[in-house]
């Protein structure tokens, strides 16, 4: 692993560490009574724009469980049926730092509001986004609309 | 994100930091000449046993471009239609630590021999795997027959 030098904040000392990318799960969220739609949240902080509910994988926690852990937190809902599809990697897809995140699909039991980092909640056709999306997540929606209609797998 | 406090080996003063799972890639390579079957390579270093090729992913890289290079580095294989399968991520999944894979195929191209952290390599029938084998790569490869044999996709 490529490592770098950190400034510890007390005495200034060097120290060596590995970095990584941050790992994250985003869900594709479908709302029981509307199979066909799929819920976003409007982001809080920045980047701002309309995304899937999804958090940073805690330490000594599966990423299904925290796919679970963020859907309730941002949106109320439980879920049913989850369901991996993939992860997205490009190091540029998240402009404050690498994340690398694992995408999954769910069916969202529940009544969905909007909660914790989520400022607004919305629920769309996947034939009818928003303009302002964040991360990489229209392409994420575009590429699983591939998946799900055509099983064409994303290269 | 869970935060824990860990201490400057310098000055022994206490920083708070976040944790997360390290993230690996690990790659079921076919060779070219011989499709149906699995490269593994023995590991040098515990845990011991049979492993797939990988290793844990760079900041600024892709899991793709980290798939690539581990897989050059411990069997001098290029990779060719490389495709992603899955991550794994059970928190007991390495003895070591938390640790989070996702898991691609490829095939490979060129002569395999051990290096790096490989300190053997074998070429094995999907149907008769090693008896060690390190980590959940037993069961990884056991969900990868089940898909490609028979399209069931690991729950």
């Not at 590995?18 to 902080?45: E, K």
């Not at 990489?136 to 994303?154: A, G, K, N």
């Amino acid at each position: 692993m490529k490592a770098h030098v950190v400034s510890c904040p007390h005495c200034g000392a060097e120290v060596l560490k590995y970095r990584q990318p941050a790992l994250t799960v985003d869900v594709i969220i479908h709302p029981q009574d509307a199979p066909g739609r799929v819920v976003l949240i409007r982001r809080r902080n920045p980047p701002l724009g309309w995304a899937l509910p999804g958090g940073f994988v805690d330490e000594g926690e599966s990423l299904e469980r925290a796919a679970q852990r963020e859907a309730k937190e941002e949106t109320g809902l439980d879920l049913e049926d989850l369901r991996q599809f993939r992860a997205y990697s490009e190091p540029n897809r998240d402009p404050r730092r690498h994340t690398v995140t694992v995408v999954f699909s769910a069916t969202g039991i529940g009544r969905a509001r909007a909660a914790d980092d989520a400022q607004d909640l919305g629920i769309f056709s996947l034939e009818a986004l928003p303009q302002d999306m964040a991360f990489d997540h229209r392409r994420i929606l575009e590429d699983y609309m591939q998946w799900t209609l055509r099983s064409v797998v994303p290269s």
